[in-house]
């Protein structure tokens, strides 16, 4: 069965400095999509970056990338240069399978907080 | 940009009485999902559907939930007898359909509801 496991709670880190977000994840399937979504304190979900799982370079998005590393089952995002508006709670999720027909799970969450 | 769009934003409604949550999905897409957030916690799996079928469904969707395309823009979800521990955010979401690596689910900006 698909699982997905965020160990940090709460983060809080400084403006200006990198951060990154832990997040494993246990599936059976060979195919699979990784996924983070932001959610702000206004309540809608973000997404940030994806990464497939035959992909052989780590995903990128600007200030976001995505630290896949497939034999520890690890997916961790990394912010850089953080900003006040990176505040926020941030999902990763995982869909099995290369198909839009099967659902995305989440894990429990991070909330991040970033001081000026 | 195109976005997934919901509405009300938020809905009080009496204990027992049913509601309607609506979504339009990005237009192009194929595959459609219902999620709902219990404040605080997770984002949970409701219902995907495809092809005006409901491909896949949680526990959570049990017999007083359903799903409809009436139309060819809308998606609906009803939930016909709400209870208290039915409060939450509802977020419906869409996907593109493509087999590709590419396959994320974008969000819409969510419907809080609370049951009173």
């Known amino acids: 069965a698909q699982k997905i496991t965020q160990t940090q709670p709460g983060m809080f880190v400084q403006e200006k400095e990198a951060v990154t977000l832990d997040c494993t994840y246990d599936?059976?399937?060979?195919?699979?999509?990784l996924f983070w979504y932001k959610q702000p304190s206004s309540g809608e979900m973000i997404f940030l970056i994806y990464?497939?799982?035959?992909?052989?370079q780590n995903a990128t998005e600007g200030r976001y990338s995505l630290n896949f590393q497939k034999a520890r089952k690890s997916a961790n995002l990394v912010i850089s240069a953080s900003q006040l508006g990176d505040s926020a709670m941030y999902f990763c999720?995982?869909?099995?399978?290369?198909?839009?027909?099967?659902?995305?799970?989440f894990g429990s969450g991070t909330r991040l907080s970033i001081r000026p | 940009e195109p976005e997934v769009t919901q509405t009300p934003s938020h809905q009080v409604t009496q204990m027992g009485q049913e509601v309607i949550l609506r979504c339009v999905p990005i237009?192009?897409?194929?595959?459609f999902y219902w999620y709902r957030q219990i404040l605080g916690q997770k984002v949970e799996f409701l219902v995907s559907?495809?092809?005006?079928?409901?491909?896949?469904k949680s526990e959570i969707f049990d017999d007083q939930f359903s799903v409809e395309r009436p139309d060819g823009s809308n998606f609906t979800l009803k939930i016909r007898s709400t209870k208290l521990e039915d409060s939450a955010m509802y977020f419906c979401?869409?996907?593109?359909?493509?087999?590709?690596?590419?396959?994320?689910?974008?969000f819409g900006q969510g419907t809080r509801l609370t049951v009173v």
């Open positions: 979401a869409s996907s593109e359909g493509r087999d590709s690596a590419n396959t994320e689910a974008f």
């Open positions: 999720a995982m869909r099995d399978g290369y198909s839009s027909a099967s659902k995305i799970i």
């Open positions: 599936t059976s399937d060979p195919s699979y999509g």
């Open positions: 559907f495809y092809n005006n079928e409901i491909s896949e």
């Open positions: 990464q497939g799982s035959y992909d052989q």
């Open positions: 237009s192009n897409h194929l595959y």
